[in-house]
């Protein structure tokens, strides 16, 4: 048995602890919001938050964190107000958003570690793969979730009580405050 705490939710896993990660927290857990991709560690889908570090998923055994603490997209914030996730609607970051979860909890991680990032700091610590191009966006919506993070800046948040099922459909960032 293997336990750590999920999203400020102690769990217990019985599963090998070669388990992958990913698969504990998508199998077992039903937190279907960190992605699948390679399977190998280099696209970046499957990055999630263990003890303040990005780690894809896909090569972290469970029995290797023992102890930890480990966020993922879920956890990052339950009204999607964390500055990455604010920037990435202001910036329309997302096309297809498969590579999204793991390029925020990427950007999450960069920020905490250096909440200034430029461009050169961006590019080299967010190595993700995106099929639909998204880089130039993804770097302005970092500096930008930066300057929000640090408040030079304000963008608006979703509104409460907008359903996450209508998510895709309401882009509050977006909206115009009255």
Known sequence: MTKFTVNNQ?????????????????????????????????????????DGNARKSCLVP????????????EGLSHDRSHPIQVAFLAENVSQCGFCIPGMVMAA???????????????????TNICRCGIYPRLV??????????????TVATPRPGVDPSDAARVVPALTPTP
């Open 140 to 153: 302005e919506a970092i500096q930008r979730a930066g300057r929000i993070q640090r408040g030079e800046e």
């Open 62 to 73: 469970i029995g290797s964190i023992e102890g930890s603490f480990v966020t993922t997209i």
């Open 108 to 126: 999450a991680a960069l920020l905490k570690a250096n909440p200034r990032p430029n461009e050169d700091d961006i590019r080299n610590g967010i």
């Open 10 to 50: 102690p769990v217990e896993y019985r599963m090998d602890p070669a388990t992958p990660l990913l698969f504990a927290l998508r199998d077992a857990s039903n937190l279907t919001g960190t992605k699948y991709g390679c399977g190998t560690g280099h696209c970046g889908a499957c990055i999630v938050d263990v």
